[in-house]
């Protein structure tokens, strides 16, 4: 198999068994740890900039096999018994393949695309932009060897037309979007912020016009709010799951990054102007609204404005705000090409947004756009005011109008079917009742999608981007042992003090300044710098709630992170920030960091997993990972029934957990792939003996404990511990785990209405994995 041109026979010591055409490498991407050559089958030029500078849309590409295809079959069998995964493989392989690299896709062989034309002409920069460019990571080992081999890909839109004015003055006009791959999911998959300050669906608009010598540019952003808030499963519930300094820091990291990328070579900071589309009516919207504006308000950003604009309440009023709202001046850049001069630079810049950053603000960037466009071509003498018969915008239907309009409505299509699969539903909005019958059914071509296809959707995104959660671009092991032979050269340990309280709480009733007394534990007057707070039965489980919803009353919740925040303050003394919460029912996690561990913890996820065999009752596992520097912690907050079936339900927790697929979820890395793994909660692990020989027991320890016989306590209490449920069954996926010395007796459960079982409800187990590097622990104790 050779890929160069049959004439270059320099590149090769063998006649090739094969001849392919293809138009470009994307680089080398891995599906089920197979790898595959990613190349460029069919291309469309799609515009030209400054007459030297091809730009194409892929449409269609292809996968070359390292290996044979024999061989990749056994491998991806051993790899999972089962023709399964044979067929996962052609599934991944078709979707990229037909339905992501088909479309919307584009590269340039000799402009960098992934920046802007102020980043090429004035800043004189050539490399890349890693935010817009796709095949950053699977292309990675070809650029090493030579830049040339790769093409940069952008995701998003690429459109130009051509247009002559009076007098025969001619312009080149070319709409570019690009759409960062940093948060680049899929609607219900990907919505607000993650921890390094990446919001979902953020795009950045360039319009660039070309005449004569000179060249100007124009930048407009979107992007979802930057507060992490999410929705998940068939009623798509509106969650907030993060503390509010957590969501403030990933607030302000996100404009921040914006300011540096955008005007850091002006050496000063330039406004960033936020216009806000959502509705007041809408009780989603409008809590992720106030949100939005809490954060605007505390934070201690000079730069920024915030503007609100209700899209659906005021229809026809937009071109008049619109029109008021650019009378704010930002300027746009301005090039002279023959004497390689910069006349001017944009000194602001528009970020607008809505619930999904899809329709409604496409229609409003658009007229942001034309704005800017008047003002850019009065600068060359060319005035299209004359052209605009009448404030509404979408009644003017002047040439160069409909063109620009057209080439918008294009670039919304493709974002749209990007982020959500369907065109925006405003791509026929001037054609009265078609506009509403194609709305209608866009709609529900969404509802299908968020249901059925975003998930696998997301996968593809994740294999082409280089992050899925099977896929693991590693060093070889001969290479990792090496580095783990030279660690204490290369590696910092940092100790961190977890301390983790897992309780029954029985649905009691609380005030938000109840004290807990004794409820933290500072050994030595040290305290933790990770609090972790697992409760059981939080509330009592509404019977209505419970047919809707997987979830506490938002009211619940708020008052329990209140209550536990109240009680460290008055109990550590120290400021502790809420870096995540998370709920099943009425089992809830709760943690908590100091603010010199928030700068360290990163990638927060969370899920839960509910028992199916237990469907009336609240039995399952709140899961929440992160990382610290460079290791995962896991914790699982578990709530599990009586007798044998927990360990049914155990498997069950460590099967599902990040793993399955629904509206706003997609599979990521199992619990297992952890560096350290954190299992607690109510094990309800009875003691397999007669109930009369348990109360001997406990009656002879409690003589043992009074008399001061402490040893002989402690044997008698050894004995009751050898009859538990959980050692007793000898679990397998808990031998590996610690279970830290039961220093107190078991609890009394109702068997019947005449007898009492013992059964020790909260027990704590830690797993670290072997060969972690340097790590250790202290040992716990229960209180």
């Not at 001969?478 to 910092?492: A, F, G, S, T």
């Not at 933290?520 to 009592?540: H, S, Y």
């Not at 797993?767 to 716990?780: D, M, S, T, V, Y």
Request: charged share 25%; proline share 2%; hydrophobic share 35%.
């Amino acid at each position: 198999m050779f890929l160069k041109n049959k004439k270059d026979k320099k590149y090769f010591d063998q006649e090739p068994s094969q001849y392919i055409e293809f138009y470009g490498i994307l680089g080398i991407i891995k599906i089920l740890n197979i790898q595959f050559l990613l190349i460029v089958k069919k291309i469309k030029k799609v515009a030209q900039i400054q007459i030297l500078h091809d730009i194409y849309e892929i449409n269609e590409v292809d996968f070359i096999s390292f290996t044979n295809t024999n061989q990749t079959s056994n491998k991806i069998k051993d790899y999972q018994s089962g023709i399964i995964q044979v067929k996962k493989k052609h599934n991944l392989k078709n979707q990229i393949k037909k339905q992501i690299l088909k479309n919307y896709h584009y590269f340039s062989y000799t402009y960098p695309l992934t920046l802007t034309t102020q980043n090429i002409l004035d800043q004189k920069r050539l490399d890349i932009n890693k935010q817009y460019c796709w095949n950053i990571k699977i292309s990675q080992l070809i650029y090493q060897i030579d830049p040339k081999w790769v093409i940069q890909l952008i995701q998003g839109f690429v459109q130009q037309f051509n247009y002559e004015f009076p007098k025969k003055k001619k312009i080149s006009f070319i709409l570019i979007a690009r759409r960062s791959c940093m948060r680049g999911g899929t609607r219900f998959i990907h919505r607000g912020i993650n921890s390094e300050g990446d919001v979902a669906n953020y795009c950045e608009n360039e319009q660039i016009i070309e005449y004569n010598n000179m060249i100007m540019s124009y930048l407009i952003i979107r992007g979802s709010v930057p507060v992490f808030w999410e929705q998940k499963g068939l009623m798509t519930t509106l969650q907030f799951s993060k503390g509010e300094e957590v969501n403030a820091q990933a607030f302000e990291k996100h404009f921040q990054q914006i300011q540096k990328e955008k005007f850091q070579h002006l050496n000063k900071p330039c406004n960033i102007h936020i216009v806000n589309l959502m509705q007041r009516s809408n009780k989603f919207e409008q809590k992720i609204n106030l949100e939005f504006e809490n954060h605007f308000q505390k934070c201690n950003l000079q730069f920024l404005k915030y503007d609100f604009f209700d899209f659906h309440k005021n229809p026809n009023e937009i071109d008049n705000y619109v029109q008021n709202l650019v009378q704010e001046n930002y300027l746009f850049f301005l090039y002279d090409n023959i004497n390689k001069k910069c006349l001017q630079q944009q000194i602001g810049i528009f970020r607008v947004n809505c619930k999904d950053c899809l329709d409604r603000t496409n229609a409003f960037m658009m007229r942001i756009g034309f704005h800017a466009v008047k003002h850019m071509l009065k600068k060359v003498d060319i005035d299209i005011q004359t052209m605009i018969v009448n404030k509404m915008f979408d009644i003017n239907n002047n040439q160069f109008i409909s063109a620009f309009k057209q080439i918008w409505s294009n670039n919304g299509n493709n974002i749209s079917n990007l982020y959500a699969g369907t065109d925006a539903t405003t791509k026929n909005a001037t054609k009265g009742p078609v506009f509403r019958i194609d709305s209608a059914f866009i709609g529900i071509q969404r509802f299908i999608n968020c249901n059925f296809q975003d998930s696998f959707k997301m996968e593809c995104y994740n294999h082409i981007v280089g992050q899925h959660y099977e896929t693991k671009y590693e060093l070889p092991e001969n290479v990792k042992e090496e580095l783990l032979k030279l660690q204490d050269q290369y590696l910092q340990t940092q100790k961190i003090n977890i301390q983790i309280i897992t309780w029954n709480a029985k649905s009691c009733i609380l005030k938000e300044d109840q004290i807990l007394e004794n409820f933290f534990d500072n050994q030595d007057n040290e305290n933790p710098d990770i609090i972790v707070i697992g409760i059981q039965e939080a509330a009592k489980i509404d019977l209505l709630n419970d047919l809707i919803s997987n979830h506490l009353d938002e009211s619940i919740m708020k008052k329990w992170s209140q209550i536990i925040s109240f009680n460290i303050l008055q109990q550590l003394s120290e400021q502790y920030i809420l870096l995540n919460s998370y709920d099943m029912k009425n089992t809830l996690l709760l943690i908590y960091v100091n603010q010199k561990t928030q700068s360290i913890c990163k990638n927060i996820e969370h899920d839960y997993v509910k028992f199916k065999f237990y469907f009336k009752k609240s039995y399952g596992a709140v899961i929440c990972r992160f990382q610290v520097n460079d290791s995962v912690l896991t914790f699982v907050n578990c709530v599990f029934p009586k007798g044998d079936i927990k360990l049914k339900c155990l498997k069950y927790v460590f099967r599902n957990a990040f793993q399955r697929e629904y509206v706003g979820k997609n599979k990521s890395n199992k619990i297992q792939d952890s560096n350290m793994i954190f299992l607690f909660g109510d094990f309800n692990s009875r003691i397999n003996m007669k109930v009369d020989d348990q109360q001997k027991l406990i009656n002879l320890y409690q003589q043992k404990i009074n008399q001061k016989e402490d040893f002989e306590g402690l044997k008698i209490l050894d004995e009751m511990l050898k009859n538990d449920q959980l050692i007793s069954k000898n679990v397998y996926f808990i031998k590996d785990y610690a279970e830290h010395e039961i220093m107190f007796l078991p609890s009394s459960q109702p068997k019947n209405k005449k007898q009492k079982v013992s059964c020790w409800q909260q027990v704590l187990f830690d797993f670290i994995l072997k060969k972690q590097i340097k790590e250790r622990q202290n040992p716990c104790k229960y209180k």
